[in-house]
């Protein structure tokens, strides 16, 4: 397993992060225990969760992925500090305290309940799940889809710097040792970091932001930030929601997979140009005998600026193949086929 810094924070964090939003809902306490002991053993040292999880999010859903995480590391607190351990908070939900904005109040306390649901005394990484203004993602990168002159800036900024004194004072207690970013934008961190400067506040070291060969919005601008700025970039859904194995292609919904349930923002990023692209991607898999998601892993995680590409299975054949890919060698005559076809579909969805 190949390690990386984690941003400014000095942590090395191991180039696949196991990612865990389905346990709960599609896995049980035992697959995710299984999975646990696996990532470990191939070396893995980061796992990524959330208060939100597990998905789709509901108030039954509602901090069921930490508690399982919780319970597993109860049963082996002598392996906690082995572990490079991130969460999130969820802003605006109506079943999480009663909808409140991220800001001082919602973090304190929302640090609190994930640190009791975990069982440990300390989060390593504390992530903004998504901020407070509306954001270019989950299907809202295209032009005027909503409007940015709508927010205020001003308004915006003391909103931040609200929410950096309440991670401070997490730090400060020694309940969480970094912050970092997710959903968010070049603004967002650039904001971030200029209120941490001049305030001697926190400092975001992180962001992860959905990336995958479907969907590439963030390069160059936004990653280039990141690598100027000493931010680590981690990409969520490299697989984009399992799309890229090709298992949804024709209609198909297997058994136990994550379309065969209720999605919050519908499944948007099925469209004709996905399915096109995904087919064109299968044929360079298999050109180069490897498997459609192995393609996906291997491309995201050598993509330069990338951290650590988080991974998520309900299967440990899923898993297993998976962490498989980050040992391929992407050749020259791979990374050539992949880009022909991206030029073909920049944005399918």
């Not at 984690?6 to 709960?24: E, F």
């Not at 049980?28 to 646990?36: G, M, S």
């Not at 054949?317 to 005559?333: N, Y």
Request: aromatic content about 8%.
């Amino acid at each position: 397993m190949k390690f990386s810094t984690l941003g400014s924070s000095g942590l090395n964090v191991s180039r696949v992060c196991l990612g865990t939003m389905t346990w709960g809902t599609q896995n049980t306490q035992q697959d995710a225990d299984e999975q646990i002991e696996y990532a470990l053993s191939r070396g893995i040292n980061f796992i990524d969760t959330a208060e939100m999880y597990s998905i789709p999010p509901n108030a039954e859903s509602y901090g069921k992925t930490e508690t399982i995480i919780g319970n597993w590391l109860a049963r082996n607190a002598g392996k906690r500090s082995d572990i490079i351990l991130a969460s999130k908070i969820a802003p605006g939900l109506p079943w999480v305290r009663g909808g409140m904005p991220l800001c001082r109040q919602a973090v304190i306390e929302a640090v609190d309940n994930s640190l009791k649901r975990l069982q440990t005394d300390y989060i390593d990484l504390y992530q903004l799940h998504w901020p407070n203004r509306t954001s270019p993602h989950f299907g809202k990168h295209f032009p005027n889809h909503y409007r940015f002159t709508d927010a205020d800036a001003e308004v915006e900024t003391v909103g931040m710097l609200d929410i950096l004194e309440g991670l401070n004072e997490c730090v400060a207690a020694g309940k969480i040792r970094h912050c970092g970013l997710s959903d968010d934008t070049t603004w967002g961190i650039a904001t971030y970091l200029k209120l941490s400067q001049a305030h001697n506040l926190p400092r975001m070291v992180s962001i992860q932001n959905e990336f995958n060969l479907l969907h590439i919005k963030d390069w160059p601008y936004l990653i280039e930030h990141c690598a100027m700025e000493n931010i680590a970039y981690l990409p969520w859904s490299p697989l984009a929601g399992g799309m890229l194995s090709g298992k949804y292609l024709n209609g198909a919904r297997p058994a136990g997979s994550r379309w065969t349930i209720s999605q919050r923002n519908g499944l948007f990023r099925d469209t004709v140009d996905s399915s096109a692209a995904i087919e064109a991607y299968m044929g360079v898999a298999k050109k180069h005998g490897i498997t459609a998601s192995q393609l996906a892993l291997v491309w995201c995680d050598r993509i330069d600026g990338v951290t650590s590409t988080i991974i998520g299975a309900t299967t440990m054949a899923q898993l297993q193949e998976d962490i498989d890919a980050f040992d391929i060698d992407f050749t020259d005559s791979m990374k050539q086929d992949v880009l022909e076809v991206i030029k073909r579909y920049p944005t399918p969805f």
